[in-house]
């Protein structure tokens, strides 16, 4: 297993959900939502999020409007749409039940490790219904 490539796949798996609920605040600039997505370790460049904002807009979720700026050209802003929301709100129901799923597996403590000259052991969890053998 790949497991920078792996990390890599986790990431761009919730990119798409991490940008609309940037954007669900209110309308936002381009360099604003990579700006929040460095800083939450999220790397993105603009080489990837505008081609992910072109496919969010052609597929009816958000939308933008050009606001004039006084230090140079027209800017961006993002806003989402209606359908943007609703799909939102249906991605962070599907969010929180995954993140249950996931922690129930990652969080289940079943193994026990046991730690000999610096070398661990790992050994099946006893299962409480049998008895030691020496009972």
């Known amino acids: 297993m790949n497991i920078e490539n792996a ?19 209110g309308e936002i600039y381009a360099s604003d939502m990579l700006d929040e997505l460095t800083s939450a370790r999220i790397m993105v460049v603009e080489g990837t999020l505008y081609p992910l904002l072109t ?38 129901a599907t969010w929180q039940e995954l993140a249950e799923s996931v922690n129930a597996i990652v969080g289940k403590v079943d193994l026990h490790k046991k730690i000999t000259n610096g070398a661990v052991t790992v050994s099946p969890s006893p299962d409480p219904a049998t008895p030691p053998a020496n009972a």
Not at 68 to 88: A, F, H, N, V
């Open 7 to 25: 990390q890599v796949q986790m990431r761009k798996g919730i990119l798409e959900f991490c940008i609309l609920h940037i954007i669900s605040r």
């Open 55 to 92: 496919r969010l807009k052609n597929a009816g979720l958000l939308d933008y409007k050009w606001v004039e700026s006084t230090s140079g050209p027209p800017r961006k802003y993002y806003i989402l749409t209606d359908l943007g929301r609703t799909s939102l709100e249906a991605l962070n």
